[in-house]
């Protein structure tokens, strides 16, 4: 197989867990902003905003060593064990160190929803590694489902905690707990990582090659954390937990958009992984990074195209300030994705201090921004530090990348995607019902131009399947 056919083929079976789970995430928008206050909705939106930051810093993100180190070992059963056992052990470790100081935080500090947070923590650590470890082992399928699990659990578990029991935003917090809790059993009993279980395989060696590797991606996820929650922060503090719940609901758009890319890019590092030092790898990449510009820009523009039109019905009147702010953030999104795409080239190298040294300083110009305008323009202030944040690392990192892999895209393609973002934003605008039509109908025409080599080899893929359907079926 091919290595663009590979990663069609995992991108397509991740995409089957990730956008169930998307779609899941995307339908509770409109439930969260009719059943919470905008109060409310930021004070949660705000918790589970840290719970981002609490759990890489827990693990010393050892899930990504874990997913890293069993692709090299997956026809190597002693070795699996080796790299599970140990960085389980060691994340076990971790959880308990964490336990005991929480428990005298939380005796020393009043703060709200204490028992479902913690749960909450430590469910999504477990998630976290053991979905890492499916992916590592090639067992997409399995990872695809646990998504699915957690997906589905959860919008059942807000529905139960939120309508019947009435718990408002703990039942936000509980209902994530127990999704992430379903998804952990499923993962270890489908995988059967209780066999990799192997406590004489406890190497200190081994420890310290899994840390060196994860440990460097820890200030690297607080700057991300940094550049995507401190926003969140800064506005409650400066401006009110209601500001909050307005920019929260906008980003949430945003959101759509990098988790979208988040299904290819979960493919993507495991395909970088495997070809990183094949001879064409200079083509495969910029080959590969070309057709992902061109599809996000048509994903971003084709949103922000069909929102005026449907905005007002999905979203509570409570939250319309939102919608000035979603523009600014998508554009943001689209940064994001070059970044971690180049991020994805990094890992594959093993190259994880160059993560961390790439995100410092877009960390810093996003709290130095908000903390100069928010009191001035208020959640605007936000949205620009986003996109100024995203956009300098975004030339750093393409910039920096070229010593190791030469990603050539032309200047023609990059003039066409700003093109695009121009017309569909200026229309957003403007929001005119004859011209929010004219915007869709042209980002789909634009769209399905920019990504035709895309919907050629997707066409392909289904042609071959359905013939190779007949072709059995004929033979029986």
């Known amino acids: 197989m091919s290595k663009g056919k590979e990663l069609a083929k995992n991108t397509l079976i991740i995409m089957l867990g990730k956008i169930c789970t998307q779609f899941i995430s995307f339908l509770l928008i409109p439930f969260y902003t009719y059943f919470l206050s905008t109060k409310e909705y930021g004070q949660v939106d705000l918790i589970i905003t840290y719970i981002g930051l609490f759990v890489p810093v827990i693990t010393i ?12 070992c997956r026809d190597n059963n002693k070795k699996k064990t080796g790299v599970f056992t140990n960085i389980f052990s060691v994340v076990l470790v971790l959880i308990v160190i964490f336990s005991i100081i929480y428990l005298i935080v939380s005796l020393i500090f009043k703060f709200p929803y204490k028992m479902s ?31 699915i699990i957690a997906g589905v659990s959860n919008i059942v578990f807000n529905l139960i905690f939120i309508l019947g029991f009435k718990m408002q935003g703990n039942g936000v917090l509980v209902a994530t707990a127990l999704s992430n809790l379903f998804c952990t059993f499923y993962l270890f009993i489908s995988n059967k990582l209780y066999t990799l279980v192997d406590f004489n395989e406890i190497n200190k060696n081994s420890v310290k090659k899994y840390l060196k590797y994860s440990s460097p991606l820890v200030p690297n996820s607080i700057m991300w954390w940094i550049i995507n929650a401190s926003d969140r922060t800064i506005i409650t503090i400066f401006i009110g937990a209601t500001a909050n719940g307005i920019f929260a609901v906008s980003h949430k758009f945003a959101t759509i958009v990098a988790s979208l890319y988040n299904i290819f890019n979960l493919s993507w590092t495991e395909s970088s992984s495997l070809h990183i030092n094949e001879d064409d790898k200079d083509e495969f990449f910029s080959d590969t990074l070309k057709k992902v510009l061109f599809f996000s820009s048509a994903v971003c523009c084709c ?17 319309h300030e939102a919608y000035i702010y979603i523009p600014p953030l998508v554009i943001g999104s689209f940064f994001n994705i070059i970044i971690s795409f180049v991020g994805g080239i990094y890992i594959a190298l093993k190259k994880t201090e160059a993560v961390a040294k790439t995100s410092f300083w877009s960390g810093v110009i996003n709290i130095a921004i908000n903390l100069l305008f928010v009191k001035i323009i208020g959640v605007r202030a936000s949205a620009i530090s986003i996109i100024l944040a995203f956009l300098i690392m975004c030339i750093y990192r393409m910039v920096d990348v070229q010593k190791y892999v030469k990603l050539k895209i032309g200047w023609k393609n990059y003039a066409v995607i700003i093109l695009q973002f121009a017309i569909s934003i200026i229309l957003y605008y403007v929001n005119n019902s004859y011209l929010n039509i004219m915007n869709i109908i042209i980002m789909i025409i634009s769209s399905i131009i920019l990504n035709r080599y895309i919907l050629i080899a997707l066409k392909q893929i289904i042609l071959n399947r359905k013939k190779k359907r007949l072709n059995k079926v004929l033979s029986s």
């Open 61 to 72: 993100q050892l899930e990504m060593s874990m997913f890293r180190f069993l692709i090299d």
């Open 303 to 319: 949103m922000i195209s069909v929102l005026p039109l449907c905005f007002n019905i999905i979203i509570s009147h409570n939250y």
């Open 117 to 147: 947070l913690y749960t909450c923590i430590i469910a999504t650590i477990l998630s976290n590694l053991f979905l890492q470890s499916a992916r590592g082992l090639g067992n997409n399928i399995k990872y695809s489902a646990g998504c």
